[in-house]
């Protein structure tokens, strides 16, 4: 049974959403068991109250192991399309049908698997699932706000530096979460490059409902990646 937005929203309010992924080829992904819900048990032990994890098998995975909720997510390319987060239908009935509490998918201007415009992609949605809540991942305060007139539930500031024309930037998109606190009437989620409590901070006190932080807690290669960089860098 999905939780209720209004409850994930309550719980998260001024917060993190640990997230926990890990694809094929990483370190932490097992092909025969999910590693996830052991980070995902961390994380609920830290205080966290809301998971973002892709994949059907996480999902069932870490609410099994946590009782928490999960923003879910399909991370699936489709040959010659630059969209890979929940980028079609497919992906969306497959994480309807796993009861994500939250669905996340790509609303940035790039092209999708299936040739759909963010509009007609949200309204088809909408049309099918109109009780699943939405959180757009955006790179752009002009894609923030497309999709929140598309009907999105939330927005988050996941794939600034990931297209094209967003800013390539070493830390958090600061500007962009801010802009969109004050574009938009709908809960803004801070996620990208928050590697330190200190820039997690910084995005609560923009106005930010809750910030997500998975590199820097789950993915133990990128972590151990920045300190051998800082070394060489020294």
Same mark, same amino acid.
């Not at 415009?117 to 949200?122: G, N, R, V």
């Given at each position: 049974?999905?939780?209720?937005?209004?409850?994930?929203?309550?719980?998260?309010?001024?917060?993190?959403?640990?997230?926990?992924?890990?694809?094929?080829?990483?370190?932490?992904?097992?092909?025969?068991?999910?590693?996830?819900?052991?980070?995902?048990?961390?994380?609920?032990?830290?205080?966290?109250?809301?998971?973002?994890?892709?994949?059907?098998? $996480?999902?069932?995975?870490?609410?099994? !192991?946590? @009782? #928490?909720?999960?923003?879910?997510?399909?991370?699936?390319?489709? =040959? *010659?399309?630059?969209?890979?987060?929940?980028?079609?239908?497919?992906?969306?009935?497959?994480?309807?049908?796993?009861?994500?509490?939250?669905?996340?998918?790509?609303?940035?201007?790039?092209?999708?698997?299936?040739?759909?415009?963010?509009?007609?992609?949200?309204?088809?949605?909408?049309?099918?699932?109109?009780?699943?809540?939405?959180?757009?991942?955006?790179?752009?305060?002009?894609?923030?706000?497309?999709?929140?007139?598309?009907?999105?539930?939330?927005?988050?500031?996941?794939?600034?530096?990931?297209?094209?024309?967003?800013?390539?930037? $070493?830390?958090?998109?600061?500007?962009? !979460?801010? @802009? #969109?606190?004050?574009?938009?009437?709908?809960?803004?989620?801070? =996620? *990208?490059?928050?590697?330190?409590?200190?820039?997690?901070?910084?995005?609560?006190?923009?106005?930010?409902?809750?910030?997500?932080?998975?590199?820097?807690?789950?993915?133990?290669?990128?972590?151990?990646?920045?300190?051998?960089?800082?070394?060489?860098?020294?």
């Amino acid at each position: 049974m999905r939780t209720p937005l209004a409850d994930i929203l309550n719980a998260t309010r001024g917060s993190m959403i640990v997230s926990c992924q890990a694809l094929p080829g990483e370190p932490l992904y097992d092909e025969e068991r999910s590693i996830m819900p052991y980070m995902a048990l961390a994380a609920r032990e830290a205080g966290c109250r809301c998971i973002r994890t892709s994949s059907v098998r $996480d999902i069932a995975a870490v609410r099994s !192991a946590t @009782g #928490l909720p999960c923003i879910g997510l399909i991370k699936r390319v489709y =040959e *010659g399309y630059d969209s890979y987060i929940t980028p079609t239908m497919r992906e969306v009935d497959e994480l309807a049908a796993a009861e994500a509490d939250v669905i996340a998918l790509d609303c940035t201007h790039r092209a999708r698997g299936d040739g759909s415009s963010i509009e007609d992609f949200l309204r088809d949605i909408r049309r099918k699932y109109p009780g699943i809540p939405l959180m757009a991942d955006i790179s752009t305060l002009e894609e923030g706000i497309r999709a929140w007139e598309c009907g999105a539930d939330l927005v988050g500031t996941t794939m600034s530096g990931y297209t094209p024309y967003s800013p390539r930037l $070493d830390g958090p998109d600061y500007d962009l !979460a801010a @802009g #969109l606190v004050k574009a938009l009437p709908v809960p803004v989620i801070a =996620e *990208g490059r928050i590697h330190y409590p200190d820039q997690a901070v910084k995005m609560l006190r923009l106005g930010v409902h809750a910030v997500v932080v998975g590199g820097a807690i789950t993915r133990p290669l990128e972590i151990a990646q920045r300190f051998y960089q800082a070394i060489r860098n020294a």
